[in-house]
C-alpha cells in the first residue's frame, strides 16, 4: 500500500523505445497514450537492414537515428540509419551521396543529435565510432560535400583522458558532450570500469575532457550517461567496478549535479514490497529524462524513464519516475508502470524527446 499523487505538470514529449520481440523494432508512445505504434521496423529502415538498436531522436522530433546492421547481435558492423518518426520510414532530404557513404561506415554506435548543430548548413551526429581499435568520439556531416577527414567527418579531440570513449551525448544549455571515459569499451557503450567525463565539442574541435566528481569512483563502474533538459542535473547507472554493464541485473540508477557532486539514489530502483523483488536485482536501466522542466513555485519538475526486469516475468518493461528539485534538495519517488505497453514483450532502452509520433489522432 502506498500514497496515489498528481503531479500539478504534464509529462511532455514522447517514448520510442527498443524491442527485441518478434524481431528487432523501435516503437513508441506519449505518456497517456493506451497503446504503442511502430517507428521503425527492419523493413524500413533500409536496405538489407535486418536488426536495429541503439537510438535517438533529431531536435526537430521529425527523425530517429540509429544503429543499424545487416544481422542481429553481429556486434560492432553496425551503421547509422536516419528515418521519421512517423512510422512511414521516410529518409531526409537533406541527405547529400558523401552523408550516406560515411552513414554506412560499419561500427557506429550510439547516435545523437543536438539543438545547437540542426539547422540547414550545420546538421551534425554524433556517433561512438572505432578508430585504432579503440572507440572514439565521431562527428558526422549530414550534409557532407566531400568524405575527407576533417570535412565530412572528425574525431573530437579529448585531451587529457587516453582512454577509450563511450556513450556520449551532448549537453542542451552549452555546447559540451557527456561521455564515458573507460579503459575497456565494447560496442560503443558497453565496459566494466567506467567514470563519467565531459569535453567541449568547440565546433568540432574538442578540448580539454574531465571526469565529473562523484561519478567517477575507481570502485565503481558508473556509465548510460544523460543531462537533465536544463543540464543541472545527469542521470546515469552504476554497478561495483569490474561488472559489466550490459544487461547487469545490478544496475541501479542515480542522479547528480552535472558539476559533480554526491550522486542521489532513485526511490524508484525499488520494486513495490509485495512483488517480492528488491533491487539491486531487477536491472533497473538506461535512464532516460523527459525533453522538458516545468516550475511550480520553488520546485522544478522533472521525469525520467527507465527499463526494468521487476515484472513477474523477468521482461525489460518501461517505467517513469519522477524527480523534483525542491529548493535544491532533491525528492525522488517510486516509479509508474507504463500499463500501454504489450506486458509480454521485452520493451529496453527508451529515448523521450519531442518525437513527432501519431497514435489515432493525437500527435
Same mark, same amino acid.
Given at each position: 500500500s502506498g500514497d496515489i499523487a498528481i503531479a500539478p505538470v504534464d509529462a511532455p514529449g514522447a517514448i520510442v523505445y527498443w524491442t527485441t520481440t518478434?524481431?528487432? /523494432?523501435?516503437?513508441?508512445?506519449?505518456?497517456?497514450?493506451?497503446?504503442?505504434?511502430?517507428?521503425?521496423?527492419?523493413?524500413?529502415?533500409?536496405?538489407?537492414?535486418?536488426?536495429?538498436?541503439?537510438?535517438?531522436?533529431? @531536435?526537430?522530433?521529425?527523425?530517429?537515428? #540509429?544503429?543499424?546492421?545487416?544481422?542481429?547481435? +553481429?556486434?560492432?558492423?553496425?551503421?547509422l540509419g536516419l528515418r521519421s518518426s512517423d512510422g512511414m520510414g521516410t529518409e531526409p532530404a537533406f541527405l547529400t551521396a558523401?552523408?550516406?557513404?560515411?552513414?554506412?561506415?560499419?561500427?557506429?554506435?550510439? @547516435?545523437? #543529435?543536438?539543438d545547437a548543430h540542426w539547422q540547414p548548413g550545420d546538421r551534425v551526429a554524433i556517433t561512438?565510432?572505432?578508430?585504432?581499435?579503440?572507440?572514439?568520439?565521431?562527428?558526422?556531416?549530414?550534409?557532407?560535400?566531400?568524405?575527407?577527414?576533417?570535412?565530412?567527418?572528425g574525431v573530437v579531440a579529448r585531451t587529457?583522458?587516453?582512454?577509450?570513449?563511450?556513450?556520449?551525448?551532448? #549537453?542542451?544549455?552549452?555546447?559540451?558532450?557527456l561521455y564515458v571515459s573507460a579503459p575497456n569499451?565494447?560496442?560503443?557503450?558497453?565496459?566494466?570500469?567506467?567514470?563519467? /567525463?565531459?569535453?567541449?565539442?568547440?565546433?568540432?574541435?574538442?578540448?580539454?575532457?574531465?571526469?565529473i566528481p562523484g561519478a567517477n569512483s575507481p570502485s565503481l563502474n558508473e556509465y548510460y550517461p544523460t543531462a537533465s533538459p536544463d543540464d543541472r542535473y545527469v542521470a546515469f547507472n552504476r554497478v561495483p567496478v569490474g561488472?559489466?554493464?550490459?544487461?547487469?541485473?545490478?544496475?541501479?540508477?542515480?542522479?547528480?549535479p552535472s558539476a559533480g557532486g554526491q550522486p542521489v539514489r532513485l526511490a524508484a +530502483?525499488?520494486? @513495490?514490497?509485495?512483488?517480492g523483488r528488491t533491487s539491486p536485482g531487477v536491472t533497473n536501466s538506461w535512464p532516460k529524462w523527459a525533453p522538458a522542466?516545468?516550475?511550480?513555485?520553488?520546485?522544478?519538475?522533472?521525469?525520467?524513464?527507465?527499463?526494468?526486469?521487476?515484472?513477474?516475468? +523477468?521482461?525489460?518493461?518501461?517505467?517513469?519516475?519522477?524527480?523534483?528539485?525542491?529548493?535544491?534538495?532533491?525528492?525522488?519517488? @517510486?516509479?509508474?508502470?507504463?500499463?500501454n505497453q504489450p506486458a509480454g514483450e521485452s520493451n529496453h532502452t527508451p529515448a523521450w524527446d519531442d518525437f513527432d509520433i501519431v497514435i489515432g489522432k493525437r500527435r
Amino acid at each position: 500500500s502506498g500514497d496515489i499523487a498528481i503531479a500539478p505538470v504534464d509529462a511532455p514529449g514522447a517514448i520510442v523505445y527498443w524491442t527485441t520481440t518478434g524481431g528487432s /523494432a523501435l516503437r513508441g508512445f506519449h505518456i497517456g497514450d493506451e497503446t504503442v505504434r511502430d517507428i521503425v521496423r527492419p523493413t524500413t529502415a533500409g536496405a538489407g537492414v535486418r536488426c536495429i538498436g541503439c537510438h535517438g531522436s533529431t @531536435p526537430d522530433g521529425e527523425f530517429v537515428g #540509429f544503429a543499424a546492421s545487416p544481422v542481429p547481435d +553481429n556486434g560492432d558492423p553496425t551503421t547509422l540509419g536516419l528515418r521519421s518518426s512517423d512510422g512511414m520510414g521516410t529518409e531526409p532530404a537533406f541527405l547529400t551521396a558523401a552523408a550516406r557513404a560515411l552513414m554506412a561506415r560499419q561500427g557506429q554506435e550510439q @547516435p545523437a #543529435f543536438t539543438d545547437a548543430h540542426w539547422q540547414p548548413g550545420d546538421r551534425v551526429a554524433i556517433t561512438m565510432f572505432p578508430i585504432g581499435g579503440r572507440f572514439e568520439i565521431m562527428w558526422t556531416d549530414l550534409e557532407a560535400t566531400s568524405q575527407a577527414q576533417g570535412q565530412g567527418w572528425g574525431v573530437v579531440a579529448r585531451t587529457g583522458d587516453a582512454n577509450p570513449a563511450g556513450y556520449a551525448s551532448f #549537453f542542451h544549455t552549452t555546447d559540451d558532450l557527456l561521455y564515458v571515459s573507460a579503459p575497456n569499451i565494447a560496442s560503443g557503450m558497453t565496459t566494466t570500469s567506467g567514470d563519467l /567525463a565531459r569535453v567541449p565539442y568547440a565546433a568540432r574541435q574538442g578540448g580539454a575532457a574531465a571526469t565529473i566528481p562523484g561519478a567517477n569512483s575507481p570502485s565503481l563502474n558508473e556509465y548510460y550517461p544523460t543531462a537533465s533538459p536544463d543540464d543541472r542535473y545527469v542521470a546515469f547507472n552504476r554497478v561495483p567496478v569490474g561488472q559489466s554493464s550490459y544487461d547487469n541485473a545490478q544496475a541501479e540508477v542515480f542522479v547528480i549535479p552535472s558539476a559533480g557532486g554526491q550522486p542521489v539514489r532513485l526511490a524508484a +530502483n525499488t520494486p @513495490p514490497t509485495c512483488s517480492g523483488r528488491t533491487s539491486p536485482g531487477v536491472t533497473n536501466s538506461w535512464p532516460k529524462w523527459a525533453p522538458a522542466t516545468a516550475d511550480v513555485g520553488a520546485r522544478r519538475f522533472y521525469w525520467l524513464t527507465f527499463s526494468s526486469r521487476r515484472g513477474a516475468s +523477468n521482461l525489460p518493461q518501461l517505467y517513469v519516475t519522477p524527480v523534483v528539485d525542491d529548493g535544491g534538495t532533491l525528492r525522488t519517488y @517510486p516509479a509508474l508502470y507504463l500499463w500501454n505497453q504489450p506486458a509480454g514483450e521485452s520493451n529496453h532502452t527508451p529515448a523521450w524527446d519531442d518525437f513527432d509520433i501519431v497514435i489515432g489522432k493525437r500527435r
